[in-house]
């Protein structure tokens, strides 16, 4: 029994790889979404939940030991919120401007200059609610890791953009929380075909959710510019961006993230 209420059962181990042939026409209960009513993170930007009914009873994915440390340790940075007070949490912040705009001075945690980022107004940390800290640490990750994307995103420097643009960053706290949704990391143990086969790439590579997050908002933004989409649409895109990375995640032959199709979107 899960801790809200759900019971499952055990009906597969990971430990070698999952049998996608049951995949194959798979409709996963976590595709259907819905805006989250309760959470509102950006002017018109909700987030992207997954819709979950009383009778909702799922089986489980049994983890090999070192897969369910894994699931674990990622659980434990879900659940860390975001603390204006903490020390690190402000090094962290500090950071993700340094990357973002190198050489320019930041006059404060608290200050205008972070608008021109897409945080709602000039004190990010209110911004952080849906997604905890780890939607920071996910940016930074992305800032640092593939600089070219972080900033062709940052600075909506691809195709044809729309007047009523989304906000860089509240979009990115937005799809920390779809794919916590999306995998369904705050149960015990996966309940999908998605979560399990994320939770086998996790153990074999402990940054496989910061990694997945980088690649989420290359397709988030395809889809975007696919749609000619405009502020308003970007629950749709979310929804879509969604549905595509679950079809990827379910193609044969993927062993690690890099594998995905999108992940070629990465520079």
Same mark, same amino acid.
């Given at each position: 029994?899960?801790?809200?209420?759900?019971?499952?059962?055990?009906?597969?181990?990971?430990?070698?790889?999952?049998?996608?042939?049951?995949?194959?026409?798979?409709?996963?209960?976590?595709?259907?979404?819905?805006?989250?009513?309760?959470?509102?993170? #950006?002017?018109?930007?909700?987030?992207?939940?997954?819709?979950?009914?009383? $009778?909702?009873?799922?089986?489980?994915?049994?983890?090999?030991?070192?897969?369910?440390?894994?699931?674990?340790?990622?659980?434990?940075?879900?659940?860390?919120?975001?603390?204006?007070? !903490?020390?690190?949490?402000?090094?962290?912040?500090?950071?993700?401007?340094?990357?973002?705009?190198?050489?320019?001075?930041?006059?404060?945690?608290?200050?205008?200059?972070?608008?021109?980022?897409?945080?709602? #107004?000039?004190?990010?940390?209110?911004?952080?609610? #849906?997604?905890?800290?780890?939607?920071?640490?996910?940016?930074?990750?992305?800032?640092?890791?593939?600089?070219?994307?972080?900033?062709?995103?940052?600075?909506?420097?691809?195709?044809?953009?729309?007047?009523?643009?989304?906000?860089?960053?509240?979009?990115?706290?937005?799809?920390?929380?779809?794919?916590?949704?999306?995998?369904?990391?705050?149960?015990?143990?996966?309940?999908?075909?998605? #979560?399990?086969?994320?939770?086998?790439?996790?153990?074999?590579?402990?940054?496989?959710?910061?990694?997945?997050?980088?690649?989420?908002?290359?397709?988030?933004?395809?889809?975007?510019?696919?749609?000619?989409?405009?502020?308003?649409?970007? !629950?749709?895109?979310?929804?879509?961006?969604?549905?595509?990375?679950?079809?990827?995640?379910?193609?044969?032959?993927?062993? $690690?993230?890099?594998?995905?199709?999108?992940?070629?979107?990465?520079?």
């Amino acid at each position: 029994m899960d801790d809200r209420g759900g019971s499952f059962v055990a009906v597969r181990r990971i430990s070698q790889g999952l049998d996608r042939s049951t995949a194959h026409g798979y409709h996963s209960p976590s595709a259907d979404v819905v805006a989250g009513s309760a959470a509102w993170l #950006g002017k018109g930007l909700s987030c992207v939940c997954a819709q979950r009914r009383d $009778s909702d009873d799922r089986p489980s994915f049994e983890l090999t030991t070192n897969q369910e440390e894994c699931w674990r340790r990622l659980q434990k940075r879900i659940e860390v919120p975001y603390d204006a007070l !903490n020390s690190d949490h402000q090094e962290t912040l500090r950071a993700l401007w340094d990357a973002s705009y190198p050489g320019e001075e930041l006059h404060g945690l608290v200050s205008e200059q972070w608008k021109d980022m897409g945080w709602q #107004g000039k004190d990010p940390s209110t911004d952080f609610r #849906g997604g905890g800290f780890i939607s920071l640490e996910n940016l930074l990750f992305f800032a640092r890791s593939y600089k070219k994307s972080f900033q062709d995103l940052l600075r909506k420097q691809e195709g044809d953009r729309a007047m009523w643009e989304y906000p860089f960053a509240v979009a990115g706290v937005n799809i920390t929380f779809m794919l916590t949704q999306m995998l369904d990391l705050e149960a015990v143990t996966p309940r999908t075909i998605v #979560g399990a086969i994320f939770a086998k790439l996790l153990s074999e590579n402990e940054r496989a959710f910061d990694l997945l997050y980088c690649i989420t908002f290359k397709v988030m933004d395809q889809q975007w510019l696919e749609m000619r989409a405009s502020y308003m649409d970007f !629950n749709t895109v979310m929804k879509s961006t969604r549905r595509q990375l679950e079809k990827e995640l379910l193609l044969d032959d993927i062993t $690690s993230l890099e594998d995905l199709p999108s992940y070629s979107f990465l520079q």
